[in-house]
């Protein structure tokens, strides 16, 4: 079954093609309106992509598998990403990581069963000063403790912030 | 005017309820610069930025001024336009400044590029903003579409120098890769391509996006603009220190007391950041500090009375230059040494409880996970450097282990497309430079030097991305 754009899919793309001088220009952005659709950018969603900017699906490909950000496979509702990076390891981001990994039972790279988390393992995400932190879509938890970190996953459980 | 710590320029509306809505910018005389810079000419603008001795605030601290009269005299011309493209994409570990800027203060930001764009000659910005900055990047799209809708953009303005004068500006998100942050890695990315680096020559000034003349700056660098043309340049330059204009943004994490994004003087030291504005060392006594962002070496107690100015970390004879090997200096080419540098403004704190072995190793690994594969040098050598520190930090080192990382980040240098390769080869020399007892303890007993440390290094691949195969080879 061929894959199609959503009409409100189709308006974003339609949006963001004016802004560059060629199709090309637009592939980052319109992966993520295609992610934000699908969930993830597997084979056939980058197929449409191609199509869609007309470009050869081997060079979509290089671009997917090149930025972490683009899942290639289906991920979970949420996808925390826990930074363990110097300034947030200094302030016990492994105690924090450590502790969601068994609230979550999985692992970095992991889904948990239920669908509801994709745990991620991530590099500085620009917030050191509040470490260590948690993202996940939109939304930062900072100046985490083990207790902040249970009244997130609550949280997140109930509106998963499913952007990413 | 003698700069203190209560001057604000670009962080003067942080705290003010709505601080980032089109309104409230306004009404704080926000927009007057470019109505006054649309009455200068081009050139005179440029002038008034040499003047100011900005410096870019992404990292090297280039004269930001003279950056901009690298573009071919015939550009902008006749199928020649020239860009402006905003570096946003702010991921270099201790670095948490841009985030901010753009949160409380987006319309600072849109008026400085729509300044630098006048200047310039560019019809057409980007500002590239990093993939994970989902919530900035509603902010600053929002921002900007207000901005569209007062005429600011997408509207022609008379002005004195280019005639009928109209910009467009477009934010484009990337989607999660350190390397995207180099400037012309981040140009392949707006084209959408992988984030690989480019050869320079040929600069981006001469031939950068689509093939253009293009000029790339930061976020803070830029928002430094609308009050260089509002109060001249002679004045921001007076507020610096040196042949550094203006204030600075340092971002102060680790082991202090009040961790923070702060606005200060350029000449204040690291020791009075620490003790007057950190509120001092937490958790046992200063062991270090990176003094730029994890790319940096590393400074020791005795080298913290140094300003935070661009030349003083470059130049001043109280920072030890890094070695090769004890006494041999590390030479960056025509025998000039490095000490360090000033690098994103990240200044990250550890006390003496601090595994510095470790520590080092995160930033190896994150190195090594971020290398874009392209060269051998870097692809290799980032992946040595992470897997023999994390060995030595879980005590499993070997019998010179800790030469052979002087050699491999030796190797490293010099030899690379980008400065990644640098970013990783830097602070493993400093490290090993200011903390080499630390490093030979380890490869000898195996065990921490400090207490705290005894976990395992966590090595588990990060998703869609292994250690063992660098962004971009085929798995
Ligand atoms: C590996 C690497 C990562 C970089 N990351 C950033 C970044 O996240 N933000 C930034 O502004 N500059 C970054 N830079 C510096 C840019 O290449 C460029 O010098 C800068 O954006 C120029 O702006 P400025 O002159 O205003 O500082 C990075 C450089 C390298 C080598
Ligand atoms: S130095 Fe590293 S990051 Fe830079 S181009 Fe070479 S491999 Fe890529
Ligand atoms: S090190 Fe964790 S946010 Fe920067």
């Known amino acids: 079954m061929a894959l199609a754009f959503s009409a409100e899919s189709s308006r974003k793309i339609a949006e963001i093609l004016p802004r560059y001088p060629n199709k090309q220009a637009a592939l980052l952005q319109v992966l993520h309106v295609a992610q934000g659709q699908f969930g993830h950018v597997g084979a056939d969603v980058q197929e449409l992509v191609a199509e869609t900017l007309e470009l050869p699906p081997a060079h979509v490909w290089g671009v997917v598998t090149f930025y972490t950000m683009y899942h290639r496979e289906s991920v979970g509702k949420n996808v925390l990403m826990v930074c363990t990076n110097i300034s947030c390891m200094l302030r016990g981001a492994e105690d924090i990581l450590g502790h969601v990994e068994k609230k979550l039972g999985v692992k970095p790279g992991e889904t948990t069963a239920d669908g509801m988390f994709t745990l991620v393992e991530e590099e500085c995400l620009a917030a050191c000063a509040d470490a260590p932190m948690m993202i996940c879509g939109d939304k930062y938890f900072m100046r985490l403790d083990t207790g902040k970190v249970d009244t997130a996953l609550d949280e997140l459980r109930k509106h998963p912030r499913s952007e990413h | ?475």
């Not at chain 2, 022609?156 to 890695?185: F, N, P, S």
Request: net charge positive; with cysteine; hydrophobic share 35%.
């Open chain 2, 1 to 475: 005017m003698p700069t203190t710590r209560d001057t604000k320029i670009i962080t003067k509306h942080f705290g003010i309820k709505d601080s980032h809505t089109y309104a409230v910018y306004k009404a704080d005389g926000g927009y007057g610069a470019f109505t006054k810079a649309l009455a200068m000419q081009p050139a005179a603008i440029t002038e008034e930025v040499k003047k100011s001795l900005l410096r870019g605030r992404g990292g090297a601290g280039f004269a930001t001024g003279l950056k901009w009269t690298f573009l071919p005299k015939d550009a902008p011309g006749p199928g020649k336009p020239v860009y402006l493209v905003v570096n946003c994409d702010e991921s270099e570990p201790g670095t948490c400044k841009d985030r901010e800027l753009i949160t409380h203060d987006p319309h600072m930001l849109i008026e400085g590029i729509a300044i630098a764009s006048y200047a310039l000659g560019a019809a057409q910005s980007y500002i590239y903003i990093r993939g994970e900055m989902i919530a900035e990047a509603k902010i600053l799209s929002a921002a900007v579409a207000e901005a569209y809708a007062q005429g600011i953009l997408g509207k022609a303005h008379a002005t004195a120098g280019r005639g009928e004068w109209k910009l467009d500006l477009a934010v484009h998100r990337g989607a999660g890769a350190y390397i995207c942050g180099e400037e012309t890695a981040l140009l392949n990315s707006l084209e959408g391509k992988r984030g690989w680096p480019r050869l320079k020559p040929p600069f981006p000034a001469v031939k950068g996006l689509f093939g253009q003349p293009t000029i790339v700056n930061n976020v803070e660098t830029l928002m430094n603009v609308p009050t260089i043309v509002d109060k001249g340049g002679e004045w921001f330059a007076g507020l610096g220190m040196g042949k550094s204009g203006g204030t600075r943004i340092v971002c102060l994490s680790g082991h202090v007391k009040n961790t923070g994004v702060y606005e200060l003087p350029i000449g204040i030291t690291f020791r009075e950041l620490i003790e007057e504005v950190g509120g001092g060392v937490t958790g046992g006594k200063l062991k270090g500090l990176i003094p730029g962002g994890s790319s940096m070496p590393p400074l020791d107690p005795a080298e913290i009375d140094v300003p935070i100015e661009f030349d003083a970390l470059m130049n001043d004879p109280r920072i030890k230059e890094v070695e090769v090997k004890p006494g041999i200096k590390f030479d960056m080419g025509g025998g000039r040494g490095l000490r360090t540098m000033a690098g994103s403004g990240g200044v990250v704190v550890f006390n003496d409880q601090t595994d510095v072995v470790k520590l080092c190793a995160r930033i190896m690994r994150f190195y090594h996970n971020e290398s874009c594969g392209q060269c051998t040098p870097c692809r290799e050598g980032t992946g040595w450097l992470d897997r023999i520190c994390a060995r030595l930090a879980r005590g499993q080192g070997r019998p010179g282990d800790v030469d052979l990382l002087a050699e491999i980040a030796h190797g490293i240098a010099g030899n690379t497309i980008c400065p990644l390769g640098e970013a990783a080869a830097w602070p493993m020399l400093g490290f090993l430079t200011k903390f080499r007892p630390d490093f030979e303890q380890r490869e000898r007993e195996g065990k921490p030097v400090a207490l705290g440390a005894p976990k395992s290094l966590r090595t588990l691949p990060i998703i869609g991305q292994s250690p063992l195969s660098p962004r971009g080879t085929t798995p």
